[in-house]
């Protein structure tokens, strides 16, 4: 299984990036997937979850609002919309696939698979 994210780059505050993560190796007809990101010098934090059904999402409080999680099935990709961008989002963005139902969103450890990243620079 490999998972591939891309839509990274440079971008004003205020500016709007989406990133996009292709998944290949294996179809899941249900599986959560989640956003996570990771700044200098600080840990791997979540962002967003979407459940396996995609019936349920979950938003880290600090992006509520400004981004949006989604995922086309039949493209097998998850999508990461975020709106008003701040310095404070810059960050490596990871997707992570957990490919058990009932997984628990926020839960790092319930995502078995990741990609490499893709860097998100927000200037002020």
């Known amino acids: 299984v490999q998972l591939l994210e891309s839509g990274g780059g440079l971008v004003q505050a205020g500016g709007s990036l989406r990133l996009s993560c292709a998944v290949s190796?294996?179809?899941?007809?249900?599986?959560?997937v989640a956003w996570y990101r990771q700044a200098p010098g600080k840990e791997r934090e979540f962002v967003v979850g979407?459940?396996?059904?995609?019936?349920?999402?979950l938003y880290a409080d600090s992006v509520k609002g400004r981004f949006t999680i989604s995922r086309d099935n039949a493209k097998n990709t998850v999508y990461l919309q975020m709106n008003s961008l701040k310095s404070e989002d810059t960050a490596v963005y990871y997707c992570?696939?957990?490919?058990?139902?009932?997984?628990?969103?926020?839960?790092?450890?319930?995502?078995?698979?990741w990609g490499q990243g893709t860097q998100v620079t927000v200037s002020s």
């Open positions: 190796g294996r179809t899941f007809s249900d599986y959560g």
């Open positions: 979407l459940g396996w059904r995609g019936d349920s999402t």
């Open positions: 992570a696939v957990d490919p058990a139902p009932y997984g628990t969103l926020w839960l790092e450890a319930s995502y078995d698979y």
